[in-house]
């Protein structure tokens, strides 16, 4: 009888190490052949990647013990049979990467920014915070600091944006554009759908005329056009008129992702928020907008990622980005020719950022459990 | 786009129809000078994020003449398609980068090129294994060419002119060009000398590939500022030149001080000590001087920052002194 009770392990085959890799990897012979090709290609590409990128890489000096000051010195330059890549450029030019032409002594200003930066994003990446109330205050007064901070003013001598360069350049317009692109954003798509014809038409017929046109041609707007608008004497920064273009264009795009979200919610919840007496605005903002930003976030978080890599397009109208930074390296005689190591650095800052900001959303997807259905069909 | 930009450039005159440029400079106290977003030689931010090349030394040369001061400049960063809209703006000063003078850019976009500071052209560059000297020996050979350029016009009349074929290979892009050349795909690669230097000196091994002599167009690179204003156009003209005449006269950042006391008259009058030729442009009367002091003079930025000796190797070629055989030639300093 007791032979009878005993409980029967599942077969091995179907639980751990093996199992997984049976269901996932192994499950029928297409499966199988997949797989294995997949396995030795990463066999053929992993060792050489990691050669190439660590093992025999010049970091600072190179085979001989020299310190590498231009391209000639790399150890795959000396000897074409030895070294990969040559990491010096990156060392030797890393303020440049990172704060552009910004005047040496002032440059702890920009380190204060990135740190203040950092504080301000804290509580809106991590909700049990605690005190997140005051950080939350931080945050909102962030941009005025980060704005005397970094061009001066208030005692602070001024440094012009024209010195700003490489990350400097890429947050601020990345960080600035998709900040100012939200709440815009959701007037728009608020007044897209709304039912009096005036609003309505012109927020329809601006988000159709900035996404009916490309980001270069906003930013050539933005920098040859706009001076011709403002009266004689005002001059308007260069790298302004590049954000006011870029704000522009993400928002126009932020408008319909969450226009999209809107149209999602069923009238159900409309008809109850006004069955309780309440108003146009308290109904959006208590009853609609968080469920529909809610939903949205997913194309929320895509545009946005689009956009901080868009910035890049500011290289057109002369604004040295990351990007603009690492061509421009490249275009120094002494560093002629180490365009791997430099395309392969930038691409890793920016691959960084955008992860980080797509890790955050599937976070903000589970804690706020959007795949659930809202329970109003 | 060209008559678009005309516009601009009206529309920006009735805008700026005001005080002189070099009235404004002054006031501002630095002089805003529209260079390339990096170009090897010619202008390229160093390692300590100083604009260094040809052109970054054609603007520190005017600045030095106004202000007496090389770091008094502000480098804006223009590409192909902004440098022309800024220039019109009045959002920089001047142009120094590597733009050729077309009769097109002088007359309809409202600009004057006051001189030349380089002298380019359309050139070949080959592997050194096939064994060619001259362009004329191409015959069959597939070309590396950029679409849509004026290069890709130029090698169609030449190869034509010459009765021989090739095929080309369409690219977008010099880092596309410098690619397909070093993997063995085209046999040629054809574009500005310039450009074909570095991307010689990009190379691995340069010594794998060689420039062949031939240059079959003409690309006179030189600064630029709006029309309209001559007293402006003069001062940048006359930088220039004063860097060519120091050349010829043998005055070099090194020697210009013992130079002050030479008895030839021509650099007497060149540094200030005789004349007043500083008033003339409404500088001071040591400009001159203080440029070749500062900067040196054409034959020392020449080969500090494109000459045989950097990675570059652009030998003197057209660029040489009319006196050794190229055309460089300024006009008399009386």
């Known amino acids: 009888m007791n032979e009878m009770n005993e409980v029967r392990k599942p077969p091995v085959a179907t639980t751990g190490i093996i199992g997984w890799l049976r269901i996932n990897l192994f499950f029928n012979w297409t499966n199988s052949l997949i797989t294995l090709f997949v396995i030795y290609c990463l066999y053929q590409f992993i060792p050489w990647i990691l050669d190439w990128t660590i093992f025999s890489a010049d970091f600072k000096y190179n085979y001989l013990g020299e310190q590498i000051t231009n391209q000639e010195m790399c150890s795959r330059n000396l000897d074409p049979e030895n070294g990969g890549a040559c990491w010096a450029v990156i060392y030797v030019r890393f303020y440049q990467f990172i704060y552009g032409f910004y005047p040496k002594v002032e440059v702890w200003r920009v380190n204060v920014a990135y740190v203040m930066l950092a504080l301000a994003l804290l509580p809106l990446l991590y909700a049990k915070l605690p005190y997140r109330k005051y950080f939350l205050y931080f945050t909102y007064i962030f941009p005025v600091i980060a704005y005397f901070l970094l061009n001066g003013g208030l005692g602070f001598t001024e440094v012009s944006t024209n010195k700003w360069g490489g990350l400097l350049v890429t947050l601020v317009l990345g960080c600035t554009g998709i900040a100012l692109a939200f709440p815009i954003g959701i007037m728009l798509a608020l007044g897209r759908r709304s039912k009096l014809p005036v609003i309505s038409m012109m927020c329809t017929l601006f988000i159709e005329f900035i996404r009916g046109v490309p980001l270069i041609t906003l930013l050539f707007f933005g920098m040859v056009m706009l001076p011709l608008f403002l009266p004689e004497g005002i001059d308007m920064d260069g790298l302004v008129r590049v954000l006011v273009a870029v704000t522009l264009f993400q928002s126009a795009y932020m408008a319909e992702v969450i226009r999209g979200g809107l149209q999602a919610i069923p009238p159900g919840q409309y008809e109850a928020a006004k069955s309780l007496g309440m108003s146009y605005w308290r109904m959006n903002l208590l009853i609609i907008l968080p469920q529909a930003i809610r939903i949205s976030i997913p194309p929320i978080v895509n545009t946005s990622i689009g956009l901080f890599k868009d910035t890049t397009l500011v290289i057109i109208v002369g604004i040295l980005d990351l990007l603009g930074i690492g061509r421009g390296t490249l275009a120094d005689t002494n560093w002629l020719g180490l365009s791997y190591e430099i395309y392969f650095f930038v691409s890793l800052v920016f691959f960084i950022f955008t992860f980080g900001m797509s890790r955050y959303s599937l976070y903000l997807e589970k804690k706020l459990k959007t795949g659930i259905n809202m329970g109003a069909d | ?334």
């Open chain 2, 1 to 334: 786009m060209k008559k678009l930009l005309s516009i601009f450039a009206v529309v920006a005159f009735a805008f700026s129809a005001h005080a002189g440029t070099l009235d404004d400079v002054k006031n501002r106290g630095f002089l805003k000078c529209g260079v390339t977003t990096g170009l090897a030689g010619f202008a390229a931010p160093d390692d300590s994020g100083e604009w260094a090349g040809l052109d970054a030394d054609m603007c520190r040369a005017v600045a030095v003449a106004v202000f007496g001061d090389r770091s008094k400049v502000e480098f804006i960063t223009t590409t192909g398609k902004s440098r022309f809209p800024t220039l019109a703006s009045g959002e920089v000063d001047m142009l120094a980068r590597n733009t050729t003078w077309t009769i097109s850019r002088d007359v309809n976009l409202g600009f004057e090129f006051v001189g030349v500071n380089f002298y380019d052209g359309q050139g070949f560059m080959v592997p050194s294994a096939l064994g060619v000297s001259s362009a004329t020996e191409l015959d069959g050979a597939t070309v590396c060419i950029q679409t849509g350029t004026t290069t890709e016009l130029n090698l169609a009349d030449f190869f034509r002119l010459n009765g021989i074929s090739y095929e080309a290979l369409p690219i977008e892009t010099n880092d596309e060009g410098k690619e397909n050349l070093f993997a063995g795909r085209c046999d040629v690669y054809t574009t500005d000398a310039s450009g074909l230097s570095s991307t010689r000196a990009a190379a691995s091994n340069p010594d794998k590939w060689v420039v062949l002599p031939e240059i079959i167009s003409k690309e006179p690179l030189g600064p630029l500022v709006r029309h309209g204003d001559h007293q402006w156009g003069d001062v940048v003209r006359w930088s220039l030149n004063a860097m060519i005449i120091a050349e010829e006269l043998g005055i070099t950042s090194e020697n210009v001080d013992a130079q002050m006391s030479s008895n030839v008259p021509e650099v007497l009058r060149l540094l200030g000590v005789e004349g007043n030729y500083g008033e003339m442009l409404e500088l001071s009367n040591d400009w001159a001087y203080q440029i070749i002091k500062q900067i040196g003079n054409y034959s020392e930025s020449y080969e500090a920052n494109v000459g045989p000796d950097t990675p570059l190797e652009i030998a003197r070629g057209l660029n040489a002194l009319w006196t050794q055989g190229g055309i460089l030639y300024a006009p008399p300093f009386r």
